[in-house]
T-cell receptor, first 113, second 114 residues
Framework: DSGVTQTPKHLITATGQRVTLRCSPRSGDLSVYWYQQSLDQGLQFLIQYYNGEERAKGNILERFSAQQFPDLHSELNLSSLELGDSALYFC????????????FGSGTQLSVL | SQKIEQNSEALNIQEGKTATLTCNYTNYSPAYLQWYRQDPGRGPVFLLLIRENEKEKRKERLKVTFDTTLKQSLFHITASQPADSATYLCALRSYGGATNKLIFGTGTLLAVQP
């Protein structure tokens, strides 16, 4: 158990809908990362937050947004969902901004039908 | 463009042999490189980190090498076991400009046959 909690584990929704994925980092970790993993794209970096502030951005679509709250949990919001958004979404955390190793949650499997 | 390449074909080896996985990168200046293990339906798990000024790192049956001239890292598992079967991902963090994030390769599936 990595100590990173993601909910829900599975999410099935329809095109055009909006969903929210939640992540609780390991106790004491200030940095949260979101990754998307699909079969053809591998593990793609979306966005990183540190202590409530956005610190790095990857190939995150404009339809996607995220935030980190004062209690350090994070949410990834996906809107106007398309079939191609179906993927496994991972959250990871690290203790500090420059901390090297990441601890990953078990992921949220999103299926857009 | 920046690329991290791992052998997309599965690597099949016999139990007891040494597995060697390759990670090549282009147009990066990594401060360090990491290796993770991922089992189906699970999140990646950190294994080893090697810095740009280190040539080799070991941990139990695992060994990582890092050649910044060749822009390549090799990941070795000695005396492999069926329980080592998983996908192995390399990841690197590059500093410079706005790039300060951990980027992953696509991974190589290792299958160790008993």
């Amino acid at each position: 158990d990595s100590g990173v909690t993601q909910t829900p584990k599975h999410l099935i929704t329809a095109t055009g809908q909006r969903v929210t994925l939640r992540c609780s980092p390991r106790s004491g970790d200030l940095s949260v990362y979101w990754y998307q993993q699909s079969l053809d794209q591998g593990l793609q970096f979306l966005i990183q937050y540190y202590n409530g502030e956005e610190r790095a951005k990857g190939n995150i679509l404009e339809r996607f947004s995220a935030q980190q709250f004062p209690d350090l949990h994070s949410e990834l919001n996906l809107s106007s969902l398309e079939l191609g958004d179906s993927a496994l979404y991972f959250c990871a955390s690290s203790a500090t901004l420059g901390e090297e190793k990441l601890f990953f949650g078990s992921g949220t499997q999103l299926s857009v039908l | 463009s920046q690329k991290i390449e791992q052998n997309s074909e599965a690597l099949n080896i016999q139990e007891g042999k040494t597995a060697t996985l390759t990670c090549n990168y282009t147009n990066y200046s990594p401060a360090y490189l990491q290796w993770y293990r991922q089992d189906p339906g699970r999140g990646p798990v950190f294994l080893l980190l090697i810095r740009e000024n280190e040539k080799e790192k070991r941990k139990e049956r695992l060994k990582v090498t890092f050649d910044t001239t060749l822009k390549q890292s090799l990941f070795h598992i000695t005396a492999s076991q069926p329980a080592d079967s998983a996908t192995y991902l390399c990841a690197l963090r590059s500093y410079g400009g706005a790039t300060n994030k951990l980027i992953f390769g696509t991974g190589t599936l290792l299958a160790v046959q008993p």
